[in-house]
Nanobody
Framework: QVQLVESGGGLVQAGGSQSLSCVTS????????MGWYRQAPGKQRELVAA???????NYAESVEGRFTISRDKTKNTVELQMNSLKPEDTAVYYC???????????????WGQGTQVTVSS
């Protein structure tokens, strides 16, 4: 069974930094993209950062220059370093993996349970 488990959320003051980590486990044939999404109250889930396998990271305009996504394939982890946090960054952050279970299966979205990040002003 494929699982994604996030950690690192919590309360932080505006201007501060916080790092989120996501550990993946389970049998996967190939990973296309690892990413982070967030969902604020009353809003739709939105892409924060994505890192294609072997590609270049891309970011939402609202976090460009402040957030950095990275991946450690040896540890099966993906991290999101968040700097210069703003109250509008407050949301539940979800780890996402787009992967195939085997060579013949379609691409599937896997999600973590989410971790709350609250930025106080």
């Amino acid at each position: 069974q494929v699982q994604l488990v996030e950690s690192g959320g919590g309360l932080v003051q505006a201007g501060g930094s916080q790092s989120l980590s996501c550990v993946t486990s389970g049998s996967i044939y190939s990973i296309n993209v690892m990413g982070w999404y967030r969902q604020a109250p009353g809003k739709q889930r939105e892409l924060v950062a994505a890192l294609p396998n072997g590609g270049t990271a891309n970011y939402a305009e609202s976090v460009e220059g402040r957030f950095t996504i990275s991946r450690d394939k040896t540890k099966n982890t993906v991290e999101l370093q968040m700097n210069s946090l703003k109250p509008e960054d407050t949301a539940v952050y979800y780890c996402n993996m787009k992967a195939r279970r085997d060579a013949w299966s379609r691409l599937v979205d896997y999600w973590g349970q989410g971790t709350q990040v609250t930025v106080s002003s």
